[in-house]
């Protein structure tokens, strides 16, 4: 399996993380100062997930080339840089719905090109690497970026975040490696629809539900932690998520590779709805704080290991996967806001992730014991065979 790609891919996607993250710890706190309402931030933060519906279809039928690939880069660049010169609602939203356009592209053609690349017996620690590599631009987007806004203000924390994440531009021509042979070959390749609801609740609960609303959470407690504000405590818990993506996820995905997607899944997503479910009801920001970053470890252990055995399906199969995943990205920030907005309960978007969580553990416990574990597309190095796929 040749790595090259995989590391230089995964440290573009890296930077080019860096303004997309840093709105998820800062407007949760500052959207007042920005002229913005609650419902507002829901629509921000989920707009670039909306719009993902349909450009990931798109991504896959353009199939992609250095070019495409380098440009999504600079795009993605040029809407963290839109942020800092204007508050006005519409001009947010475009630059949100054109990251989400940018996004599409950078995580369909990377992905892709990782796993032609890779043997179908590690595609689940081959996508922990990819995740692992790429969490370190969100860890930085994160806190680094709530820290900037904090000491330097909105604008010029932008400014300093679409200046760095230029530098992916040039990791993508390097890292790109033949992704059209691979979309040509793998046109008609489909997916379970069992894949398409674990990506929904995935993307609804995780990067949706609880990373859009954990700032409100956090700000409702009546003890905060010396000498960090409510965004920067935020951002530094957020950050510990994608640390966990860069220590374990690797080791994580491994586990679905040598015990099956259906039990592990059973496991990690039982896992997870517990700690939201105690996450929703206990008071004290060491408490909640425990419950979330057991729920990330669960998470980081799902992420791997379904989307990794997607991608083995090929670009059509991965296309679909990741569209139901950001249905359900675009619909946890508002549903978490919204709930939030109509009932003054910050801490509603854990109790209805747990549920989500456990209807996940109902699917698979009751899913026939080979529906999850279905054949691949790649092999290492050897490119695509259409004629293996799952059904």
């Known amino acids: ?13 890296a930077l080019s993380l860096l303004g997309d993250q840093a709105l998820y710890s800062v407007l949760p706190v500052y959207y007042a100062e920005l002229g913005l ?20 279809e798109l991504a896959h039928r353009v199939g992609g080339g250095r ?20 508050h006005s609602l519409a001009v947010l939203l475009a630059a949100r719905v054109l990251w989400g356009l940018a996004w599409s592209f950078i995580r369909h053609i990377g992905v892709i090109t990782i796993m032609l690349h890779t043997p179908a017996t590690a595609s689940g620690r081959a996508m922990g690497t990819y995740n692992a590599f790429s969490r370190v631009g969100s860890i930085a987007g994160l806190f680094g970026g709530a820290l900037l806004v904090d000491l330097f203000g909105f604008a010029p924390a932008m400014l300093v975040l679409a200046v760095l994440s230029v530098l992916a531009v040039p990791l993508a021509v390097l890292g790109f490696d033949g992704v059209r042979h691979a ?51 935020t951002g530094a818990l957020l950050a510990v998520r994608f640390t966990l993506d860069t220590a374990v996820a690797p080791a994580l995905g491994g586990l679905t590779d040598r015990h099956g997607l259906r039990h592990t899944g059973i496991g990690f997503f039982a896992l997870g709805a517990v700690a939201l479910a105690f996450a929703s ?34 670009s059509g199969a991965y296309a679909r996967f990741v569209t139901g995943a950001d249905f ?57 065979h259409p004629g293996r796929v799952a059904q």
Do not use: K
């Open 37 to 56: 309402s609650a419902v507002q931030v829901g629509i921000l933060l989920s707009a670039n997930r909306w719009i993902r519906l349909f450009t990931n």
């Open 67 to 86: 070019g495409w690939f380098a440009a999504a880069f600079v795009l993605g660049s040029l809407t963290t840089a839109a942020y800092a010169y204007t």
């Open 328 to 384: 359900g990205a675009a619909c946890g920030p508002m549903i978490g806001w919204l709930a939030f907005d109509w009932l003054g309960m910050p801490n509603i978007g854990m109790a209805i992730g747990a549920v989500l969580y456990g209807v996940c553990v109902l699917i698979l416990v009751h899913a026939p014991p080979h529906a999850m574990e279905g054949g691949v597309q790649f092999g290492a190095g050897g490119g695509a």
């Open 281 to 314: 009801v206990v008071n004290g920001i060491w408490l909640i704080s425990a419950c979330v970053l057991v729920f990330f470890v669960a998470g980081t252990a799902l992420h791997a290991g379904v989307a990794g055995r997607v991608a083995q399906l090929g």
């Open 183 to 233: 979309v040509a070959a793998t046109a008609r390749a489909s997916v379970p629809w069992r894949f398409v609801v674990l990506g929904f609740v995935l993307g609804c609960v995780g990067p949706g539900l609880v990373m859009a609303t954990l700032g409100s959470v956090l700000n409702a407690q009546a003890h905060p932690v010396p000498g960090f504000t409510a965004a920067s405590l």
């Open 1 to 13: 399996m040749s790595q090259r790609p995989l590391y230089l891919v995964s440290a573009a996607t």
